[in-house]
C-alpha cells in the first residue's frame, strides 16, 4: 500500500509571493499523483495531476513537479492570490481503485 | 457546479438511530465513491462502486452499509454508529470505471455528528 506524507500543515504567504507543498510517498511503481483543493466549506475540487512519465506539469500560476527517484511531488503556486487560499490535498495510488491523500496543507494568502 | 447532490447537508443521530445519506449525481459517470473526512485527518475511502458493482471495500465496521442501486444513485445505509465515526461524509463520481486516475467529482457532503 502507499503511505503519503504532506508538508507543511499550514502555511501563509503574502499575496503576490510563491507557496509551495511537497508529498512524498513509499511505493516507486506509484504512476498517478492528483493534487485536490478544498475551500472553507465547499467540496474538494481536482486543480492539476501528473502522469509518472513526466517530471512537470504547468496550468497558468499552478505546477506540479515530479521526481520519482526521491519519490516526491511538489505543488507550487506562483503570484498568489486571496482565492488561493484554501486546504490543499496530494495523493497517490495504493490499489488500482484506492487513492492515499496525504493529511491536507491549509494555505492562507495574506492581503 | 452541482453535478453531485448529497443530502441531508447535516445530520445528527444518536447511536441507537438508523438513517440513510444519499447521494445523486447527473454527470452520466459509471463510478461513484464514498469518502469520510475527519478534522486533521487524511480522506479515507470507505467504498467504490462501478457500474453498480462495488469493486473496493475499505475494510470499513458494518454499522455502514452501502447501496448503489444504478449508476446514478449511491446510499450509505448507518445503523448503531459510534460518536467517532462523526465526520463529513463525502460522495463522489468519476467517468471511467473507478480506477485512480480518473477525475473526482466530489459532492458538497452530509456533516454527521453521533451523539
Known amino acids: 500500500g502507499e503511505n503519503v506524507e504532506q508538508h507543511p500543515s499550514t502555511l501563509s504567504v503574502q499575496e503576490g509571493d510563491s507557496a509551495v507543498i511537497k508529498c512524498t510517498y513509499s511505493?516507486?511503481?506509484?504512476?498517478?499523483f492528483p493534487w485536490y483543493k478544498q475551500e472553507l466549506g465547499k467540496r474538494p475540487q481536482l486543480i492539476i495531476d501528473?502522469?509518472?512519465?513526466?517530471g512537470e506539469k504547468k496550468d497558468q500560476r499552478i505546477a506540479v513537479t515530479l521526481n520519482k527517484t526521491a519519490k516526491h511531488f511538489s505543488l507550487h503556486i506562483t503570484e498568489t492570490q486571496p482565492e488561493d487560499s484554501a486546504v490543499y490535498f496530494c495523493?497517490?495510488?495504493?490499489?488500482?481503485?484506492?487513492?492515499?491523500f496525504g493529511a491536507g496543507t491549509t494555505v492562507t494568502v495574506r492581503a | 457546479e452541482t453535478g453531485v447532490t448529497q443530502t441531508p447537508r447535516h445530520l445528527v443521530m444518536g447511536m441507537t438511530n438508523k438513517k440513510s445519506l444519499k447521494c445523486e449525481q447527473h454527470?452520466?459517470?459509471?463510478?461513484m465513491y464514498w469518502y469520510k473526512q475527519s478534522a486533521k485527518k487524511p480522506l479515507e475511502l470507505m467504498f467504490v462502486?462501478?457500474?453498480?458493482?462495488?469493486?473496493e471495500n475499505n475494510s470499513v465496521p458494518s454499522r455502514f452499509s452501502p447501496e448503489c442501486p444504478n449508476s446514478s444513485h449511491l446510499f450509505l445505509h448507518l445503523h448503531t454508529l459510534q460518536p467517532e465515526d462523526s465526520a463529513l461524509y463525502l460522495c463522489?463520481?468519476?467517468?471511467?470505471?473507478?480506477?485512480?486516475?480518473?477525475?473526482?467529482?466530489f459532492g458538497s457532503g452530509t456533516q454527521l455528528s453521533v451523539l
Open positions: 495523493a497517490a495510488p495504493h490499489n488500482d481503485y484506492k487513492l492515499s
Open positions: 463522489a463520481s468519476s467517468q471511467g470505471s473507478g480506477r485512480i486516475n480518473e477525475k473526482l467529482f
Open positions: 511505493d516507486s511503481a506509484s504512476n498517478y
Open positions: 501528473i502522469r509518472s512519465n513526466v
Open positions: 454527470l452520466g459517470h459509471n463510478a
Open positions: 462502486y462501478s457500474l453498480e458493482e462495488r469493486v
